[in-house]
């Protein structure tokens, strides 16, 4: 039998709107689950990401300290990165602050429009000065654009990915 | 007066006047585009139509290009398609295009054209500058974050309705297209607010108040409509 691949989907800056259409695979899945382990995502309750992962799906783009560490850490331990939707790909909606300051973002977000002002320091990441898409950070195997990616072509890329090819998708942004 | 030339190593000929991309289009054999519009005047200002021509190495815009007697064009070569690739690459670097809050998303000319010519991510990263959005118009505004300078604009604007309303102004990097002296369109005094321009361009650039995302469709079909009528003697 086939070793079962290392599976994981990790959840930076986005809207969880890739990983809505990925559990749109439906039947899919169920196919899927006996190919492969799901190690880390935030479908399963792992709370650290393991050392030897085959596949790992990114979701979103790199916005904060956080997920700076996240996807350095995620790139070390994983043998094939797919770049997930828009934001991992482009930066999507979380770039549009990157016109600003982060200043000018906070004080927005915390004090111009805020009810009870109070910018957040110590218990939430900071914010990059610019929000990346994740290729630009680290390299990327493959990507997939879409927003989301449509489940259809989120199997056809896993499925190539996990079968060892380059997938060659017919893929647009938005 | 007939030239007799070849595209992809097919036979062709253009009448008078016939540019190359007008015989391209007769055969049915794809050159992308995106300043072209049928019915306004080419400009080659995209670059996106460039060809190849036997024993040149210069790329000539297909748009703008008459053909001469016994050339031999090449319309997609791999180093073409890695150019127009490359093309909109910096088309997208150089605007805020996020298509997935766009009025236009699936319906935008440049998206198409990304997913066409197998563009899946930016290799050169973004400029993130800040652009203007003008909805100063009781019914249309435009928002330059989309603006990929096609000139479509301008073109319908003083060639169809004859007001020359829309502009360029600047240049380089600066170019951004303008309404009058660079006023606010709602303040303009030569629209006449037909709403051709937002028609004839072809991104989410210019759009019709009220519209939300993926609901603005542009179209084009009025040109060849106008077109026609005026020919009519």
Redesign the interface.
């Known amino acids: 039998m086939m070793a079962r691949a290392r599976l994981a989907t990790v959840w930076l800056d986005g809207c969880s709107g890739c990983h809505m259409s990925f559990l749109d695979l439906d039947e899919v899945l169920l196919d899927l689950a006996a190919r492969v382990d799901l190690v880390y995502s935030p479908l399963v309750d792992a709370k650290t990401f393991p050392e030897d992962v085959d596949v790992t799906l990114v979701e979103g783009a790199v916005s904060s300290s956080e997920d700076l560490e996240k996807i350095q850490h995620i790139r070390r331990h994983t043998r094939r990165l797919i770049a997930l939707g828009d934001c991992a790909v482009t930066g999507n909606v979380p770039s549009m602050r990157n016109m600003y300051p982060v200043s000018a973002v906070l004080a927005r977000a915390y004090t111009d429009t805020a009810q009870i002002p109070g910018t957040p320091r110590d218990a939430v990441p900071a914010l990059l000065p610019v929000v990346r898409p994740v290729h630009l950070v680290v390299p990327v195997d493959v990507v997939l654009p879409g927003c989301p990616p449509p489940a259809a072509l989120i199997k056809e890329v896993l499925l190539a990915v996990l079968d060892g090819t380059t997938p060659n998708l017919k893929a647009r942004f938005g | 007066m007939v030239t007799t030339f070849k595209i992809n190593e097919m036979d062709v000929s253009a009448g008078e006047g016939e540019t190359i991309l007008d015989v391209a289009r007769q055969h049915h054999i794809h050159v992308p585009t995106l300043c072209h519009l049928e019915g306004l005047t080419p400009v080659g200002a995209c670059r996106l139509c460039l060809v190849e021509v036997k024993g040149s190495a210069a790329l000539v815009p297909a748009c703008v290009t008459r053909a001469a007697e016994g050339m031999e064009i090449s319309t997609d070569s791999e180093r073409l398609q890695r150019y127009r690739r490359m093309i909109v690459e910096m088309l997208?670097a150089e605007g805020?295009?996020?298509?997935?809050?766009?009025v236009s998303?699936?319906h935008?000319e440049l998206?198409?054209l990304?997913?066409d010519l197998g563009m899946?991510?930016?290799r050169l990263?973004?400029l993130?500058?800040?652009k203007r959005i003008d909805a100063s118009h009781y019914r249309f505004a435009i928002d330059h974050n989309r603006c990929v300078l096609c000139t479509r604009c301008v073109r319908v604007c003083d060639e169809i309705e004859g007001a020359h309303t829309w502009d360029v102004m600047g240049r380089g990097i600066q170019s951004q297209v303008i309404t009058d002296l660079a006023q606010p369109w709602g303040s303009s005094s030569t629209c006449t607010n037909c709403g051709k321009c937002i028609n004839a361009c072809p991104t989410g650039a210019l759009f019709k108040k009220s519209k939300a995302v993926g609901e603005m469709e542009k179209d084009t079909h009025f040109l060849g409509y106008i077109r026609t009528m005026r020919e009519v003697k």
């Open positions: 997208f805020n295009h996020i298509c997935a809050v766009c998303n699936g935008c998206q198409a990304a997913g899946t991510h930016s990263g973004f993130y500058r800040q």
